[in-house]
């Protein structure tokens, strides 16, 4: 079984920066990338950003730009990335969600609120 450990978000106000960080662990070497998805009340969940484990990243429309994704660590099963947000906007507030894709089955953590207001 996957752990999946968020941090960060919080409340920011509008063009601030804010950073998300996930560690996953006891993937046994099987995890194939990880990302961010969010959700904002009433909405459908979006990617926010991902990263392969070969490096290469996906973002949503409309964080092109101001989001960015790096592999912080990855060694032994474990792996862990980092979501850079700036100039952030209100339409950013969600919850933001972690997930590991494995080739057997995707895992995802509890989320984490990031709130954008003045």
């Known amino acids: 079984q996957v752990q999946v450990e968020e941090s960060g978000g919080g409340l920011v106000q509008p063009g601030e920066s804010l950073r998300l960080s996930c560690a996953a662990s006891?993937?046994?070497?099987?995890?194939?990338?990880m990302g961010w998805f969010r959700q904002a009340p009433g909405q459908q969940r979006e990617l926010a950003a991902s990263i392969t484990t070969a490096g290469t990243q996906y973002f949503g429309e409309s964080v092109k730009g101001r989001f960015g994704i790096s592999t912080i660590s990855r060694d032994n099963g474990k792996m862990t990335v980092n979501l850079q947000m700036t100039n952030l906007k209100p339409e950013d507030t969600a919850v933001y969600y972690c997930?590991?894709?494995?080739?057997?089955?995707?895992?995802w953590g509890q989320g984490t609120q990031v709130t954008v207001s003045s």
């Open positions: 997930k590991v894709v494995t080739p057997r089955e995707d895992w």
């Open positions: 006891g993937s046994n070497g099987a995890i194939r990338a």
